[in-house]
């Protein structure tokens, strides 16, 4: 069974606007970039003893791991703490979730640098990270979106309290519905 946030902090109060796209958005840059900044130059050294395709594939999968977990604590559970033992915190379904919005980002960034191997068959290390790391702020507000928009959402509905009044008798249907 996969376990969910507990509400560990009050949240911070006011409307769950733009402001708070703002700040969420914010901190995703902050942790996401220094992940991806991180990634780029982890791509450009692993690249020299690996295929660049394949050095991107696994420094894609350990950045990701990562970037859930820090966006799970951080960036999206703003005034919760994910419930969960051990060191990984974020429940199997953020990470699968995650990791599909990954795989497009993977997606994207190895295109656009065999796009521009297509254009120049050894370009010099700094047009490549410029290229690699322009496709990967774009694959980012993409993630960005369908991250906050869907993988760690807080919309979902919360349970109903049950509240009753003592100086009256329950009815029946009361009775069974709060039974089960």
Do not use: W
């Not at 969910?4 to 796209?21: C, E, I, K, N, Y």
């Not at 840059?29 to 992940?35: A, H, L, N, P, S």
């Not at 051990?86 to 429940?91: A, N, P």
């Not at 960005?144 to 100086?167: C, I």
């Amino acid at each position: 069974m996969e376990r969910g946030l507990q509400t560990g902090a009050p949240s911070t109060p006011g409307a769950p606007g733009t402001s708070g796209a703002v700040a969420s958005f914010v901190r995703f840059v902050i942790f996401g970039g220094g992940v991806g900044l991180a990634s780029s130059a982890a791509v450009a050294l692993l690249a020299t003893f690996l295929p660049f395709t394949l050095a991107n594939a696994l420094i894609t999968v350990v950045s990701t791991i990562l970037a859930t977990e820090l966006h799970a604590r951080f960036t999206f559970a703003s005034g919760r703490r994910p419930d969960g033992r051990g060191l990984l915190r974020c429940g199997l379904r953020h990470h699968l979730q995650s990791a599909g919005t990954a795989a497009a980002a993977f997606a994207v960034t190895t295109l656009a640098m065999l796009v521009l191997y297509v254009f120049e068959s050894a370009p010099p290390l700094a047009v490549e990270q410029a290229v690699y790391l322009s496709a990967s702020a774009l694959a980012g507000i993409g993630r960005f979106l369908a991250l906050r928009l869907y993988v760690f959402a807080t919309t979902r509905k919360q349970p109903t309290p049950v509240t009753l009044d003592l100086h009256r008798s329950p009815t029946r249907r009361e009775l069974l519905t709060t039974a089960s």
